[in-house]
């Protein structure tokens, strides 16, 4: 080889080849960050994660890795209680029907087979010896929160609540009278346009499916203790259409709201409650967007002497 062809040799392997690796690697930088702005243009970063899970960490730029943390918070935000329900509604689909939540026929067959007291519209048979008499206490309202854990579908819990909480914001009794049986009464004077109770998913269970609320009242029915509460639990439900839904959703209130009674037609003085939705701020510790009664609250209509019993209009579901 010419002394001239050695020389070029040299100057290829010294300037050459390190140049040809720094444009290839030049190359495949911007190729990378061409993609990604192709595919941020499109708000499409799905390609990006699939493209780059195979790598190793350390080959991520930092623009990518900043990206990639950005698309996981996007994709993955951290749900609230609320949020969480509202997806598990959408997904699971709630009941079909009116009259499969309300489930009466086989609510009529367990009533029978339990032997639970008649109850109507006229209230309490002051002579049925298995009356509703019980008073429910802390412990009567843990065991309705257990057995909602125990048998509810995980994938269809909907209450974060796992024991009684004391959600009254005046100081209540609960008292058993006839004809009416157990109603709730007020401890201290409650001015009027009190807030007296809201509804929130810590006091109210949320029922998905049919087969679920079944499980929870055959539960209840196992146990000598809350067989009772099986005939109890068949008065305090109601059926709910939930906003921007085809299908229904059961609730059932875990503590003494459930207790209310309403007032005698000839009686209009009685009725010292109403209901509302609340329209909470996000910050109001009451606040739960997807609560199943919708975070409904009652409130005084007029003050509300010490004694007396709170009462609220019924409305059918
Ligand atoms: C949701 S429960 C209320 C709690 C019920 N008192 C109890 O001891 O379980 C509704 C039932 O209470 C009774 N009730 C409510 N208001 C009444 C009233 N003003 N007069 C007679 N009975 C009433 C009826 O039997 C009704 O079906």
Redesign the pocket.
Known sequence: MSKRSKTSARILLSRGIPSIFFLTVVFFHLKRNLILLRNQGNNDFSSIVAHNAFEPPHTKTPFLRNVEKNLAKETNPPKSFGEQKKLRIQSRGGISSRELAWDWEWIEDISSEIGCPE??????HADDPKG?TNIPTAETWNALYRAYHATVDPNNELMPATEYQNSWKVPIEVKFKL?????VYAKEFIPKGTMVWSSTSRNTATFLSHHDRREFIKYLMKDPKTRHLAC?VR??VDVVHPPNMETFVVCETFDEA???????ENKEDEINLDTKSLSLSADNPDFDKYDCYENDHYFAIRDIQAGEQLRIEYTSG
Not at 179 to 183: A, C, N, S, T, V
């Open positions: 109850v109507d519209s006229e209230g309490i509703y004809p009416e049986g157990r109603g109890d008065n305090w459930v207790l209310l009674n309403t007032w005698d």
